[in-house]
């Protein structure tokens, strides 16, 4: 008996979910064993809310009368899914079945992350005999959006042909535009340069209404270090201070997009780094640090968050590893690459600002 293959593509809306896209290449195909396919591709934390759904399907055939068990190929093991109140359920799976059965699907959450979670389809035909396949769904909230990333010459890419971590998560990830105001040299404050101030760095997009952002890095602070500019006080909003730059630096873009998602990226400590002969401290270095985080946590109760590179999970970009860092300070093509793979794990979880 000629077998008939079709595809069972059913679009169900279900509140809170998502439109999932097919993006790996793997096909898993179940036969005759009643069990589930092994979904471990990749050692996820797993996500979402529980559901369910059913549908009935017929065709005019006798398969029932000979017992013949469906078979059910998974098309993609792991499928990337998006922010959005539509979703193909059965899209990811091809039944091949020419006589009457039910399709059924559940979804449940799979540990505390809200990024990814499991759905698991079961085919039941109508002699009795049952199939079930499960695949991984992983969450992205940054499909059609755009990222705004400035800073100095470590976004803008220097020693690296121009091109930085940000052109990297630009033009790899699912973003649908993005913007990259690099400037080498440039500090938070006016202190030794009035005219090296990121402040104005970024007026460009400062002042044009037209730029809308979703999503915003900011990067900036270590050239301060380097031409030591004045720590200031706590509560300082001057431009001639590390303090008050960094202040005014934040309140500008905040206050250009209060609805973005906003993020501060803090320079490691470039241990081996010289300028005119001279190197900076560890302790030197601290100084500066400690006072960003300062500021950024009291800007973190408006959504505001830090991914912070000298952190030891970052150690492999220690400024004595000339791999990544060939000067000491700023990164290779591989060094970018590591970094935009961590600053867009992080970027995805930033929250919308609000003040």
Same mark, same amino acid.
């Given at each position: 008996?000629?077998?008939?293959?079709?595809?069972?593509?059913?679009?169900?809306?279900?509140?809170?979910?998502?439109?999932?896209?097919?993006?790996?290449?793997?096909?898993?195909?179940?036969?005759?064993?009643?069990?589930?396919?092994?979904?471990?591709?990749?050692?996820? @934390?797993?996500?979402?809310?529980?559901?369910?759904?059913?549908?009935?399907?017929?065709?005019?055939?006798?398969?029932?009368?000979?017992?013949?068990?469906?078979?059910?190929?998974?098309?993609?093991?792991?499928?990337?899914?998006?922010?959005?109140?539509?979703?193909?359920?059965?899209?990811?799976?091809?039944?091949?079945?020419?006589?009457?059965?039910? /399709?059924?699907?559940?979804?449940?959450?799979?540990?505390?992350?809200?990024?990814?979670?499991?759905?698991?389809?079961?085919?039941?035909?109508?002699?009795?005999?049952?199939?079930?396949?499960?695949?991984?769904?992983?969450?992205? /909230?940054?499909?059609?959006?755009?990222?705004?990333?400035?800073?100095?010459?470590?976004?803008?890419?220097?020693?690296?042909?121009?091109?930085?971590?940000?052109?990297?998560?630009?033009?790899?990830?699912?973003?649908?535009?993005?913007?990259?105001?690099?400037?080498?040299?440039?500090?938070?404050?006016?202190?030794?340069?009035?005219?090296?101030?990121?402040?104005?760095?970024?007026?460009?997009?400062?002042?044009?209404?037209?730029?809308?952002?979703?999503?915003?890095?900011?990067?900036?602070?270590?050239?301060?270090?380097?031409?030591?500019?004045?720590?200031?006080?706590?509560?300082?909003?001057?431009?001639?201070?590390?303090?008050?730059?960094?202040?005014?630096?934040?309140?500008?873009?905040?206050?250009?997009?209060?609805?973005?998602?906003?993020?501060?990226?803090?320079?490691?400590?470039?241990?081996?780094?010289?300028?005119?002969?001279?190197?900076?401290?560890?302790?030197?270095?601290?100084?500066?640090?400690?006072?960003?985080? @300062?500021?950024?946590?009291?800007?973190?109760?408006?959504?505001?968050?830090?991914?912070?590179?000298?952190?030891?999970?970052?150690?492999?970009?220690?400024?004595?590893?000339?791999?990544?860092?060939?000067?000491?300070?700023?990164?290779?093509?591989?060094?970018?690459?590591?970094?935009?793979?961590?600053?867009?794990?992080?970027?995805?979880?930033?929250?919308?600002?609000?003040?």
């Amino acid at each position: 008996m000629k077998k008939l293959l079709f595809f069972a593509v059913v679009f169900m809306t279900v509140l809170s979910m998502s439109i999932y896209s097919i993006t790996v290449d793997v096909i898993d195909s179940l036969n005759n064993d009643n069990q589930a396919s092994d979904n471990k591709t990749k050692d996820r @934390e797993n996500k979402k809310t529980n559901g369910e759904g059913e549908e009935e399907i017929n065709n005019d055939s006798n398969a029932s009368e000979e017992g013949e068990p469906p078979i059910v190929n998974i098309i993609e093991r792991t499928v990337e899914c998006r922010y959005l109140d539509e979703y193909d359920v059965y899209s990811n799976i091809e039944v091949i079945y020419d006589g009457e059965y039910t /399709k059924s699907w559940h979804e449940k959450q799979i540990g505390e992350d809200d990024n990814d979670h499991e759905i698991t389809i079961t085919i039941k035909a109508n002699n009795g005999k049952e199939i079930s396949a499960s695949y991984n769904l992983h969450e992205t /909230k940054t499909e059609g959006k755009d990222i705004f990333i400035i800073g100095d010459s470590i976004v803008k890419g220097f020693g690296a042909d121009n091109t930085s971590f940000a052109d990297y998560i630009g033009e790899n990830y699912d973003f649908i535009d993005y913007y990259k105001c690099g400037n080498n040299d440039y500090r938070l404050s006016t202190f030794d340069d009035p005219n090296k101030w990121l402040v104005t760095a970024g007026s460009q997009y400062l002042n044009d209404e037209k730029y809308d952002f979703d999503y915003i890095v900011i990067e900036g602070g270590i050239n301060d270090v380097f031409y030591d500019t004045p720590l200031g006080e706590i509560d300082d909003k001057t431009e001639g201070t590390f303090t008050g730059g960094l202040r005014l630096y934040l309140d500008a873009i905040t206050q250009r997009w209060p609805k973005a998602r906003i993020g501060y990226l803090i320079t490691y400590y470039p241990i081996n780094y010289s300028e005119n002969g001279k190197t900076w401290s560890e302790e030197e270095y601290k100084a500066y640090h400690d006072r960003t985080i @300062e500021i950024l946590k009291e800007y973190g109760k408006y959504g505001i968050d830090y991914l912070d590179l000298s952190e030891d999970k970052y150690e492999v970009l220690d400024a004595g590893n000339k791999t990544y860092l060939p000067d000491y300070l700023h990164p290779n093509e591989k060094g970018h690459k590591m970094i935009a793979e961590w600053v867009f794990d992080w970027v995805e979880d930033l929250k919308p600002y609000e003040r």
